[in-house]
């Protein structure tokens, strides 16, 4: 790896922590950048570059971004994957800001291939218990799930089974996500923690909940 591409992917690392686990490889005779196993940026040639799709390149176009243009055999190839200059390296906020969407677009990306075909207990965090549980609150397959949300699933759920806890609330936002509960972004796990402790205190309801799946 060389000192630029190995600088770089340590600054992203650094920028990106936020938002989960951050991994590289080698990718188009450079190298990758990875969120909880899901790819947002590429590093060649000692730049960055992160991924755009179909809802997010406007954002990067718009603030006049360039995009990665490689050879093959010669001719050149055009990638959605845009530059990071200097002046967004120096705003360490709009460049996490970026990074989210380009993260969140192709979480999304890989969600829809996978939605179709994927049974509810062959997600992440997900029992054939809790698949069950899913199945008795209405929720019967991967769309309805992610059509749904964590929350809203969470509450269903609870309406069948009262005891169910925030393991179960983490564990349906990480299959929903594509990855295990434990590496959840810090931004999201949080959020569902804050809300997670104003529904309980909620008339009738209580802090108190099982930290196991239903088996």
């Known amino acids: 790896m060389g000192h630029?591409?190995?600088?770089?992917?340590?600054?992203?690392?650094?920028?990106?922590?936020?938002l989960g686990l951050i991994t590289s490889r080698s990718q188009f005779g450079g190298y990758s950048l990875s969120v909880n196993a899901v790819m947002?940026?590429?590093?060649?040639?000692?730049k960055l570059y992160l991924?755009?799709?179909?809802?997010?390149?406007?954002?990067?176009?718009?603030?006049?971004?360039m995009h990665f243009v490689y050879?093959?055999?010669g001719m050149p190839i055009s990638l959605r994957y845009y530059h990071v200059d200097e002046s967004?390296?120096?705003?360490?906020?709009?460049?996490?800001?970026f990074a989210q969407l380009s993260y969140e677009g192709a979480l999304a990306e890989f969600t829809r291939k996978q939605s179709s075909t994927t049974r509810l207990k062959d997600l992440p965090?997900?029992?054939?218990?809790?698949?069950?549980?899913?199945w008795k609150a209405g929720i019967k397959n991967v769309h309805d799930l992610r059509n749904k949300g964590a929350k809203h699933s969470y509450l269903k759920l609870k309406?069948?089974?009262?005891?169910?806890?925030?393991?179960?609330?983490?564990?349906?936002?990480?299959?929903?996500?594509?990855?295990?509960q434990a590496v959840l972004p810090v931004i999201v796990r949080n959020e569902l923690l804050e809300w997670f402790k104003e529904i309980t205190m909620l008339p009738g309801n209580s802090r108190s909940g099982v930290r196991r799946h239903p088996d």
């Open 4 to 18: 630029l591409s190995k600088e770089k992917i340590r600054q992203a690392k650094e920028c990106f922590e936020k």
């Open 71 to 73: 050879s093959k055999r």
């Open 88 to 97: 967004l390296w120096n705003d360490n906020k709009t460049l996490l800001r």
């Open 125 to 134: 965090n997900l029992s054939i218990g809790l698949e069950r549980l899913l």
């Open 159 to 180: 309406m069948v089974q009262k005891t169910l806890g925030i393991n179960v609330l983490l564990s349906l936002a990480g299959a929903i996500s594509g990855y295990h």
């Open 40 to 46: 947002l940026a590429i590093v060649f040639d000692g």
């Open 51 to 65: 991924r755009a799709n179909d809802e997010t390149e406007i954002f990067f176009r718009e603030r006049g971004m």
